[in-house]
């Protein structure tokens, strides 16, 4: 099974990364950046795509569509919670508290709720054929706000700067931690795709197993 | 007048309509009679484009503007006056209701009391009035006298044969092939999303036409 | 679907639904009350030495206008609902846009009517001027209202028929809310604290700007709720 290959694949790749560039900017605590970075790329961009794919679900109506749709969205879920619960273990050491806003984490929540939503609106419906239609709606509404809460988040930012010490914002970064970096990020995409292969996979066989709904009391 | 081709329909696994094609001319009704679960709701509902076909065709000359559907909904707002309900629901059609149509009822006394203050009956020919206030001409009826009392029953009847008089084409599905008979030109048993009979009733009594089902669907 | 055709069918809807509300008077009761109840619970919870009331009025407010809005966003489709009409609607030859546009239209007047009914209330039991403000208080509120009106109504028409319908229409709707109810207490805010209009100038444009997409975004998106 390829997800379990590219999982251990990738988990051994983390750990690596982990272990070998020892930078010491911040400490140990900073090492988070390098899961939680990523962590925050795919989170958006996974809610993108569900958004793509749910836009392509209500013009070609292929069921197929909506699982790679909901399967995004279970691995976006996935690292949004990542992404919630690195930045705090990050944040303590550094700033002494567990939640900031600042404009990182404010995302994260934003994109945590989005997916909750989505799951919750897909276990609330019964019927295949709308919880399909009803999640693609959800799930372009969800696309199209992704911009709007990253612009305004970032923007929030710099006109209220925090009272606290902000993280350092990465544009220079000494070479090594780059390539980390770009590293973790490549492991992270293929944890996407590995995930939602798998995600995909489990989907088209449990859906047929599903009951029917009636026909003549629709 | 209103015609359907090649209509395929699947919710899940269920196949609701398997190849379906006929037409209605002009002055026919055509009465379909079938199990719970055959397809027959569904199929109204594709004729009526609440529902569109996974494959084939419905076609009605003169689109939704001159379809009326008489079914178990009243449709009917419980605030409102019946003058009021029937006003709304005219004005979506874009006509007025028409001047007798609460005297060929017997409504006439009851038109401005709210429908939520009216028996049963009252709300019963008050629920034929709305399907027909904008003077339909190719009708849609969906077990249309289950738990009518025998006053809306016959008004009903009444107004149906006033419809075809004036040249008008019905689709009637029902399980219950006596009461269905009476008013058919036309005769279809389906099963499982097929017509497995069709043809003109030409003279056949209901018990007749009750046997030929029977043996049709066991 | 031709416009003159799209807005007289959604006055017709809009209207339709009005006169229901009017006949039963117990919504806007209801909300009436609930506002009320809620502004006394903020009164209880807060501690006059601490902070003044006019830095908390613009949370109360919009906390108190969220919440009804919430309240309120459901009724509108569970009228066709219990009603059955819904079917009644999408067999007649009006563009599905007008359903929408008729409801949000008639969502709109029922929360503005509260909010008519919140801010007055508002200024006595906290005793804040407002009147002076009216104008541009007036401004933010319609533009943040539109903003989760639009898509309330677009996924109240989802959530209606689902078993927990009034506990999931505020956990979808949720993220969508945060942004303009955010922008709106900031701009609340600055109106209140006296500072130019300019100031607040941004806010009302990424308000504006919201708005004009997610209405824009329902309105495409609403067939698809309703159409099998």
């Known amino acids: 099974m390829t997800a379990i290959a590219l999982l251990l694949l990738a988990g051994v790749y983390v750990r690596a990364l982990v272990y070998t560039p020892v930078e010491r900017l911040q400490g140990l605590a900073q090492k988070i950046y390098y899961l939680h970075v990523p962590a925050a790329v795919w989170a958006e961009t996974a809610m993108i795509i569900v958004g793509i794919a749910s836009t392509f679900y209500l013009f070609l109506k292929d069921p197929r569509l909506d699982r790679f749709a909901y399967a995004s969205a279970e691995v976006g879920t996935v690292f949004a919670v990542l992404m919630l619960t690195t930045g705090p273990l990050w944040g303590k050491p550094i700033w002494g508290t567990w939640w900031t806003w600042d404009a990182r984490l404010t995302l994260a929540l934003f994109l945590f709720l989005l997916y909750v939503g989505y799951l919750l609106l897909r276990s609330a419906v019964a019927d295949p054929s709308s919880r399909a239609r009803f999640a693609a709606v959800l799930g372009i509404c969800g696309m199209v706000l992704v911009p709007f809460v990253h612009f305004s988040v970032y923007l929030f930012r710099t006109l209220h700067p925090m009272p606290i010490l902000l993280k350092p914002s990465p544009p220079s970064l000494p070479a090594s931690m780059l390539t980390t970096l770009l590293m973790s990020l490549g492991v992270f995409t293929l944890l996407y795709v590995g995930f939602v292969t798998q995600r995909y996979a489990l989907g088209s066989v449990s859906e047929p197993l599903e009951p029917m709904r009636g026909t003549d009391n629709a | 007048m209103l015609r359907a081709e090649g209509l395929k329909h699947r919710f899940g696994a269920v196949r609701a309509l398997d190849d379906v094609s006929f037409s209605v001319q002009p002055g026919q009704t055509l009465a379909v009679f079938g199990p719970n679960g055959a397809g027959k709701t569904t199929l109204l509902k594709v004729l009526a484009g609440l529902i569109q076909p996974q494959r084939g065709r419905a076609h009605v000359e003169g689109g939704r503007r001159v379809i009326g559907w008489i079914g178990h909904q009243p449709q009917l707002y419980g605030q409102l006056t019946v003058r009021e309900n029937l006003r709304f629901w005219a004005s979506l059609y874009d006509v007025s209701p028409p001047g007798d149509l609460l005297a060929r009822l017997g409504l006439d006394d009851h038109a401005d009391r709210p429908v939520r203050a009216l028996s049963r009956g009252l709300v019963q020919r008050v629920a034929i009035a709305r399907a027909l206030v904008h003077d339909p001409t190719v009708l849609l009826l969906d077990e249309p006298f289950t738990g009518l009392d025998r006053v809306a029953a016959e008004a009903l009847r009444r107004l149906l044969g006033d419809v075809m008089k004036q040249g008008g084409a019905s689709v009637l599905v029902t399980h219950n092939v006596e009461e269905g008979t009476e008013l058919a030109t036309d005769v279809a048993f389906m099963r499982a999303g097929r017509f497995v009979h069709f043809a003109p009733r030409a003279g056949r009594g209901p018990e007749q036409v009750a046997e030929e089902y029977r043996n049709a669907i066991a | ?228």
Request: cysteine-free; charged content about 10%.
């Open chain 3, 1 to 228: 679907m031709r416009s003159p055709d799209l807005l007289r069918h959604a006055w017709t809807v809009a209207s339709k639904d009005l006169l229901v509300e009017f006949r039963s008077r117990t919504g806007i009761l209801s909300a009436a009350v609930f506002v009320v109840l809620v502004l006394m619970v903020f009164n209880f919870g807060r501690d006059p030495t601490a902070v003044s009331n006019v830095v908390l009025v613009p949370s109360i407010l919009w906390v108190t206008f969220t919440f009804a809005a919430i309240l309120a966003l459901n009724r509108a489709f569970q009228l066709e609902l219990e009603n059955q009409a819904l079917d009644g609607l999408l067999l007649a030859p009006i563009g599905r846009g007008s359903i929408y546009l008729g409801k949000l239209v008639a969502n709109l007047l029922f929360v503005a009517t509260v909010e008519v009914i919140g801010v007055p209330l508002v200024a006595l039991f906290f005793n804040v001027e407002v009147w002076s403000h009216i104008g541009p208080l007036g401004g933010i509120i319609a533009l943040a209202t539109i903003g989760f009106v639009a898509i309330g109504t677009l996924f109240s028409a989802m959530t209606v028929r689902t078993r927990f319908a009034e506990l999931l229409l505020p956990a979808v709707l949720l993220p969508f809310m945060i942004l303009p109810l955010a922008w709106a207490t900031l701009a609340t805010t600055s109106v209140f604290a006296g500072r130019p209009l300019s100031e607040m100038a941004g806010w009302l444009k990424m308000l504006a700007g919201y708005d004009m997409v997610f209405v824009v975004l329902s309105l495409l998106l609403f067939p698809a709720t309703v159409n099998e």
